[in-house]
């Protein structure tokens, strides 16, 4: 039972960040039933060593230790969602979609391109069997971090790997930027040119128009590019 506890602990925020299954849209009741079910097979393989809590102080330590490093594991989990939600919501900004909002995968409002390219990042990798990958990390991660060891994650990596991602989003919505402000300083002077042509009815629908067109060919190169940074973020699996 207590082994049970301790694996329960480590899958809680994993399983819950976990692209596709730890989506809102996926129920907290399904979400609750894989956890269960990963657990007790992870339980019963024999990779988790016994633990040795003596006490309910102990105990309550090593649930709480596994409760950490769960949460690490399941950030850089999410992280490789984030980083198209991030880039998604960088584009809806410098195309002009930033007020069409979608069903939300997260916990709130997204813009119309995030909603798509986490949606489609999501299908890419549960078509590429990534959540059997993740199993199979974890039991692989009881012998390079055993129960209790918080001391023995790389929290550095972890804090690269958000500052890598961060960037590498800002780098895929780069070209919308950059069309952006071509877009404004075009426009500037075509308004210094023209004081009394209403330069923003003519641009605006452009803008929107063109970048439409940009994202739908470039969005599959961007995801293919994705998909190779998104498991290197991960690190573990």
Same mark, same amino acid.
């Given at each position: 039972?207590?082994?049970?506890?301790?694996? $329960? #602990?480590r899958?809680?925020?994993?399983?819950?960040m976990?692209?596709?299954?730890?989506?809102q849209?996926?129920?907290? &009741?399904? &979400?609750?039933?894989?956890? *269960?079910?990963?657990? #007790?097979?992870i339980?019963?393989?024999? @990779?988790? !060593?016994?633990?040795?809590?003596p006490? $309910?102080?102990?105990?309550? /330590?090593?649930?709480g230790s596994e409760?950490?490093?769960?949460?690490?594991?399941g950030?850089?989990?999410? /992280?490789? @969602?984030w980083?198209?939600?991030?880039?998604?919501?960088?584009?809806?900004?410098?195309?002009g979609l930033a007020?069409?909002?979608g069903? #939300?995968?997260e916990?709130?409002?997204?813009?119309?391109?995030?909603?798509m390219?986490? /949606?489609a990042?999501?299908? $890419? =990798?549960?078509? !590429?069997?990534?959540?059997?990958? @993740?199993?199979?990390? /974890?039991?692989?991660l009881?012998?390079?971090?055993?129960?209790?060891?918080?001391?023995q994650?790389?929290?550095?990596?972890? %804090?690269?790997?958000?500052?890598?991602?961060?960037?590498?989003?800002?780098?895929l919505?780069w070209? %919308?930027?950059a069309?952006n402000? =071509?877009?404004? $300083?075009?426009?500037? %002077?075509?308004n210094? !040119? *023209?004081?009394? =042509?209403?330069?923003a009815?003519v641009?605006a629908?452009f803008?929107v128009?063109?970048?439409?067109?940009?994202?739908?060919?470039?969005?599959?190169?961007? =995801?293919i590019?994705?998909?190779d940074? !998104?498991?290197q973020?991960?690190?573990w699996?």
């Open positions: 039972m207590v082994m049970f506890m301790t694996v $329960i #602990a899958l809680s925020f994993v399983v819950f976990m692209p596709g299954i730890g989506d849209v996926i129920s907290s &009741r399904t &979400r609750l039933f894989v956890l *269960l079910g990963m657990a #007790a097979a339980a019963s393989t024999g @990779v988790v !060593a016994a633990p040795s809590a006490g $309910i102080g102990d105990l309550v /330590l090593l649930l409760v950490v490093i769960g949460f690490g594991l950030a850089l989990l999410r /992280l490789s @969602v980083m198209l939600t991030i880039a998604g919501t960088v584009i809806a900004q410098s195309i007020q069409f909002l069903v #939300a995968l916990h709130e409002a997204q813009t119309v391109t995030s909603n390219l986490s /949606l990042g999501t299908t $890419i =990798l549960l078509t !590429a069997n990534y959540h059997v990958a @993740v199993v199979d990390g /974890l039991m692989r009881y012998t390079e971090i055993p129960l209790g060891e918080v001391g994650v790389s929290w550095p990596m972890i %804090f690269d790997s958000f500052y890598s991602a961060m960037g590498f989003a800002l780098m919505a070209p %919308f930027v069309a402000l =071509l877009y404004n $300083i075009c426009l500037g %002077f075509i210094k !040119a *023209l004081p009394s =042509l209403m330069v009815f641009g629908p803008m128009g063109a970048g439409v067109m940009l994202l739908a060919i470039s969005v599959s190169g961007m =995801l590019i994705w998909k940074r !998104a498991l973020v991960i690190g699996l």
